[in-house]
């Protein structure tokens, strides 16, 4: 059994200038075991005005979120800028070059998923999710944002809960955090 530590699904949705960044809590060791159910992969940085979201190997996902959080002090607080200073400091250094992992990060006017390999993406039609459950998020946010009119906020948590009920790396104890 691998002893890899794997944070699972995170799911980002954008309506009615909010987004809301919603994360379950299960960490799960190898493919087999939960290590964890109540972990935090949702978090503010930045003086609260950035909200990140992590999922892959758990010690990827914080050297990830720990360098971008540096990035953007370095940048005053510009999500992009800090995303593409990330991206290039990726390619300079050989450590930094294949964190196993993914992340969601968003400000007031910006979403963004950044890659664990320096990819930046800006998603399109106001929904994206990553991680193991990220796919079953993914398309029920789609499908919620497509024919419901809930926030932002509502529409993450449900395809969370949507997500755990389909996957086995998926758990019910979702943190849902809103710029």
């Known amino acids: 059994m691998s002893s890899q530590f ?3 699904t995170i799911c980002a949705v ?8 919603a994360g379950d809590g299960q960490i799960t060791m190898g493919e087999k ?25 758990v010690a990827d996902a914080f050297t990830l979120s720990e360098k971008f959080e ?9 999500l992009e800028r800090a995303a593409v200073a990330l991206a ?6 050989q450590g930094m070059r294949q964190l196993e992992s993914l992340m969601l990060a968003a400000d ?6 950044i890659s664990g390999t320096g990819e930046v993406i800006v998603p399109d039609g106001g929904a994206v999710a990553i991680g193991s459950g990220g796919n079953y998020a993914y398309a029920a946010a789609r499908a919620l944002l497509e024919n419901t009119d809930l926030s932002a906020r509502e529409i993450a948590e449900k395809s969370l809960h949507i997500a755990a009920s389909i996957c086995v790396f998926t758990n ?3 943190i849902v955090e809103e710029v």
């Open 172 to 174: 019910d104890n979702v």
């Open 6 to 8: 794997r944070g699972t």
């Open 88 to 93: 290039q400091m990726w390619r300079q250094e």
């Open 108 to 113: 007031k006017e910006s979403l963004l998923m």
């Open 70 to 78: 540096e990035k953007l002090v370095q940048c005053g607080g510009s």
């Open 33 to 57: 075991v939960v290590f964890k159910s109540t972990a935090r992969k949702v978090r503010r940085i930045y003086n609260d005005q950035v909200v990140i979201g992590f999922a892959g190997a």
């Open 14 to 21: 954008t309506r009615d200038g909010k987004t809301a960044i």
